[in-house]
């Protein structure tokens, strides 16, 4: 079912048995797995069914610290979310991304990866994916092009990734949602605020806001809060009617650990003779699976680095830019760019991709961030339409994440030495032991780590169940919790974390 | 000097993959000539490539700054016993030979974690030591 909140009576009261806050990726997967359950779902959406400019301005905010994208289009607020505009990679976490490991600060989960293993195999389904299958030898099963590096697995491995269509989750299951009788909607309902009990010890409920000026009360008995890491934080920050610091921030931690995927150009790939690395190679909308180069854990452990691995894509004769140089603040022109994509790509036949020969292949990092509660997202003293203080990201980076990459890029040029594959040349700005980046270094969108998950309400802003430390019935669904952001894209991970919750939740219910 | 010292290298056929030199020069020159041509570098890069690598590692390890110590470096590194010497009179005996023991040596050098970064490019030692030595002979 489907209500535009703009239109109910000003000061009405909405109420269901859960209310999931956010129509993303996280609330989307949540709501379907609550279809038929016999319980009333409230899914409040602060977007209608396409990109709108007054909408969007909502998540206008200020980079303050590493260059970043622009928040007003790094994230979409309608329905289906961020969805609307990511390019598709899915791949799980690693064993060691779960660990606690000395020389990584803050490192550590609650959980285990094989507790996640059930989910991601949900997750996959949803995200219209293959088998669930991330070993290289099953894909080179399937595509006799398909061909690791001859490297030592033991040093350097390669790491899978599958493609999603993308999966526009605002497009593939509005129909679902809409069409589920115990599902209910709510399009262009922002909550402004979350309100808690007298001892703040759960939530009494929430205070919802349009753009028109209507403002309505939705109550449940659990809260799943499913905004995405930076606006999870921001309404926790600003619900202050009875915690000063803001909801579950009691330790001074919401907002803090915000993590990204550092991406960069690092290195270059040069072979004696030129050769079609189809392993490696991605076409957007064609390629099924590919592979990164990735660090062992054991290797990881003994150099003491993050997690990295690094993508290979032929060196054009001209230097491409880098993504952060050209990405859009205009939310809609990510979103557009896709569709431009569907349109060149969708006639040929899935599956077949073309493959040349190159010589010389760029190599492009992605590292697990180090946690660091200084890089952090924070209120601003600037409100929106709806009153609600904008955020300030001061994204930080530490010596750790530098010389992991370093470190990984040596590594790979080590064993590529060995393995008489060809050589590594470092690019420039890694040859240098000064803490500063270049100006090309950017993300994956990937939001992360600001509510994050401890056993100790000291350490962290959600238990092992993602509720909130000190509330009975305030869930936190998605990237946000992560401790650790590993070097995967976080889609995969977030997905199956959602569904994890969700049977959680399920339980509590029942 | 750089023309002539072309010419014969050339007439010598020392070049790296070329046939064993038919006309003889300096038996000092034509060893250590057979250890200064890096097999991986000659093939991924350029002449050009091999000397400037070369020249960087020397300025970087000024005490390797020298032909005959280079070239005693690359021969000590392979760790053989019976090691030819670079100072013999007939080096087209093992041209084939060595190339391999080299190639095996560069590969041992990266299992090994000896490895170099010169301007960037992660190499080997003895292949830093190849690129040095190259860089002096062709001047």
Known sequence: MHTDARGLDDNSLIEGDICIIGAGAAGISMALDWIDSGHDVVLLEGGGFEIEADIQALYHGENVGQRYYPLVSSRLHYFGGTTGHWAGFCSTLDPI???????IPYSGWPIRRDDLDPFYIRAQRLLELGPYEYDASYWEGRDPELTRLPLDPARV?????????????????????????????????N???????????????LTVRCLNGKQHRVRARYYMLACGAIQNARLL???????????????????????????????????????????????????????????????????????????????????????????????????????????????????????????????????????????????????????VPRVKLDWR?????????????????????????????????????????????????????????????????????????????????????????????????????????????????? | MRRRRFLQIAAAGTIAGAAAPQVGFAGIDRGLDQLAHPDMLRQIGSHRLIRTLGDAY???????????????????????????????TAPDEYPGDLRSRLDQLVRH???????????????????????????????
């Open chain 1, 97 to 103: 991304d779960f660990e606690e490991r000395d020389w």
């Open chain 1, 157 to 189: 491995w390669t790491k899978m990734w599958q493609f999603s269509p993308p999966t526009r989750f605002g497009r593939r299951y509005r129909e679902d949602i809409v069409g589920a009788e115990n599902i209910h909607l709510y399009t262009y309902a």
């Open chain 1, 191 to 205: 909550v402004v605020s979350i309100e808690a009990n007298e001892p703040v010890s759960s939530i009494d409920g």
């Open chain 1, 237 to 387: 920050l600003a619900s202050t009617s009875r915690a000063p610091n803001g909801i579950g921030n009691d330790h001074d931690l919401v907002g803090r650990f915000f993590m990204e995927h550092p991406e960069v150009f690092s290195a270059y790939l040069v072979l004696p003779t030129a050769a079609p690395l189809k392993m490696y190679l991605w076409t957007p909308l064609r390629t099924e699976a590919r592979g990164e180069l990735a660090i062992s854990a054991e290797q990881q452990s003994t150099q003491r680095i993050l997690n990295c691995t690094t993508s290979l894509a032929p060196r054009p004769e001209t230097e491409r830019p880098a993504m952060i140089d050209w990405f859009s603040d205009d939310p809609a022109a990510m979103a557009e760019f896709w569709e431009d994509m569907e349109e060149q790509y969708g006639s040929l036949e899935p599956g077949s991709i073309e493959t040349v020969p190159f010589s010389e292949y760029t190599m492009q990092a992605r590292l697990e961030q180090s946690p660091n509660p200084d890089s952090r997202v924070m209120l601003d003293e600037e409100r929106d339409a709806l009153g």
């Open chain 1, 397 to 510: 980076l530490t010596e750790l994440d530098k010389r992991s990459i370093r470190r990984t890029h040596e590594l790979i040029g080590e064993e590529v030495g060995r393995a008489g594959v060809g050589r590594v040349r470092l690019m420039d700005w890694l040859l240098t032991d000064d803490p500063m980046w270049p100006s090309i270094l950017g993300g994956g969108w990937h939001h992360m780590g600001t509510t994050r998950m401890h056993d100790d309400p000291r350490q962290g802003v959600v238990d092992a169940d993602c509720k909130v430390h000190g509330l009975a019935n305030l869930f936190v669904a998605g990237s946000a919790v992560f401790p650790t952001a590993g070097a995967a894209n976080p889609t995969l991970t977030l997905v199956a974390m959602t569904l994890r919750l969700s049977d959680h939740v399920k339980e509590l219910v029942s």
């Open chain 2, 58 to 88: 020397r300025r970087e390890n000024p005490d390797e700054n020298d032909a005959r110590r280079l070239g005693r470096l690359v021969m000590d590194e392979a760790g053989r016993s019976d090691a030819p010497s670079v100072f013999r």
């Open chain 2, 109 to 139: 050098d990266f299992a090994a974690g000896r490895t170099v970064q010169v301007r960037g490019w992660i190499i080997s030692r003895t292949e830093a030591r190849q690129c040095a030595l190259y860089s002096l002979l062709y001047v």
